[in-house]
C-alpha cells in the first residue's frame, strides 16, 4: 500500500510543475512526461483513455529520469 501512496503521490507531484512530454508509442497510445518529484527528475508513463464518464490518465509506470531523460527536460523545459 505504502509503494502504491508513493507511486500516486510522485505522479500528482510531476504533473504539478513544469514538465516535458512526448509520446512514446502508437499502440496503446502512450505518452512519457518528466517532470520534479521533490529535488528529483522522475519520469511517467501513461495512457489517455476514456470511458463513459469521459477522459483520463491510466498511469502505466514510474521512475527515476535516466540521464538521457535529464538532458531531454534540460533542452526543452
Known amino acids: 500500500m505504502q509503494l502504491i501512496r508513493h507511486f500516486l503521490v510522485a505522479t500528482t507531484e ?3 510543475h513544469p514538465y516535458y512530454l512526448d509520446q512514446r508509442s502508437d499502440l496503446p497510445e502512450q505518452y512519457r512526461a518528466i ?3 521533490r529535488e528529483q527528475l ?3 508513463i501513461f ?8 477522459e483520463y490518465y491510466h498511469l502505466v509506470t514510474l521512475w527515476k529520469a535516466t540521464k538521457q531523460e535529464q538532458q531531454l527536460y534540460a533542452e526543452h523545459s
Request: proline share 0%; charged share 35%.
Open 47 to 54: 495512457e489517455v483513455r476514456e470511458d463513459e464518464e469521459g
Open 35 to 37: 517532470g520534479w518529484v
Open 14 to 16: 510531476v504533473f504539478s
Open 42 to 44: 522522475y519520469t511517467v
